[in-house]
């Protein structure tokens, strides 16, 4: 295995009022090409930060990431990124939305409208193709992002809490569908989310990230696949992983 994403001692602050606020602090960590890479931290300990470097939206104020072997420097196609703000379009309806990373590629109109329409029904919008962000509730809009980072067919996929707003049923669906795409595809996944249970029914391995993010534990979680959150809550294995994860989050938080 091959590691596609490497973060190499990053650092990153920020000027607040003229003080320099640190947001991460020497965080190095080698993502293998094809993997799931959980990462589970409470809120501040800088997991939207590291997206934002690894995603080169940002630039680290000391380290480097290299995708393939190479130094980024600024947003790449092959990396799709699914932030925690909102960033449709607000003047395309949610299909014309989707089809905006098809058209760039320079994807035919028919077969872009045919992949639109099918990722937005594997979303669960199917009927809601003509309507505008604005007219869609906020779990909507993360789905349509969601459908939209889809059809750019990234190699690497960076994703920022995506089902953190949604109800429980919703949520469940969307895992699963996720996991569906994902698995057989190649693509490497890195998931940002504080849920515990979340990050072990998806990932092959799990980043706990405490204050800066410092790495306190990464292991990975060799559960059978496919799985399902019913069974994995009854199974041994995984109220052993979940102990000690819990552990290690609160010992982040220290
Ligand atoms: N643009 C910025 N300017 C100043 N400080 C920032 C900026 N972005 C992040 N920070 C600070 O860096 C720290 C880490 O923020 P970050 O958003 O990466 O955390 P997070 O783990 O993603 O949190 P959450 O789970 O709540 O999204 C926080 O203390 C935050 O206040």
Redesign the pocket.
Known sequence: MTAVLRAERLSKQ?A?DDVA?V?LREFSLSIEEGSFVSVL?R????????LNLLAGLTRPSEGEVLYRGRKLTGPDVEIGYLT?SDTLMPWRDVRRNVELPMEIRGVAAKERRRIATELVRRVGLAGFEKHYPRELSGGMRRRASLARMLAGEPGTLLMD?PFGALDAQLRTELQEELLRLWQGSGQTVVFVT?DIEEAVLLGDRVVVLGGLGRIVLDRPVDLPRPRTLDELRVDPGFVAVHGELAAALKEGAR
């Open positions: 920020f607040k606020v947001a931290g809120s501040g300990c800088g997991k939207s930060t590291m925690q809490e504080h």
